[in-house]
């Protein structure tokens, strides 16, 4: 089992800047998974925002490039999402998840392939 928590969120205007951290725990190495983050706004499906690889090569949905960046600290084996120029639409519940194993290029940003998640963190971007 692995076991993620997010921290990080709040409510900023819009503009700011925010960073959520995501702490992973248990039977979790590093090498072996690929990790992303996804958000869930109020009457609207869970969409995949950024996802990085075993190896580190990373993935962005393209309302998110150029302002959000993923990244892990394999030592800490923590995850973050550093977000700038936040938007109203970015307001949302943002969730971390993980996958064993490898993801083709097409799935990194589908939520059904993930098999752990954490419980969330809220993001509100006021206009």
């Known amino acids: 089992q692995v076991q993620l928590v997010e921290t990080g969120g709040g409510s900023v205007q819009a503009g700011a800047s925010l960073r959520l951290s995501c702490v992973i725990s248990?039977?979790?190495?590093?090498?072996?998974?690929?990790l992303g983050w996804f958000r869930q706004a109020p009457g609207k499906e869970r969409e995949g925002v950024a996802f990085?690889?075993?190896?580190?090569?990373?993935t962005y949905a393209d309302s998110v490039k150029g302002r959000f960046t993923i990244s892990k600290d394999n030592a800490k084996t923590t995850l973050a999402l550093e977000m700038s120029s936040l938007k109203p639409e970015d307001t949302a519940m943002y969730y971390c998840?993980?996958?064993?194993?490898?993801?083709?290029?097409?799935?990194?940003?589908?939520?059904?392939?993930?098999?752990?998640w954490g419980q969330g963190t809220q993001v509100t971007v006021s206009s």
């Open positions: 998840a993980a996958m064993w194993g490898r993801i083709g290029s097409r799935y990194r940003l589908e939520s059904q392939v993930y098999n752990y």
């Open positions: 248990g039977r979790y190495t590093y090498r072996a998974y690929c």
């Open positions: 990085i690889d075993s190896d580190g090569s990373t």
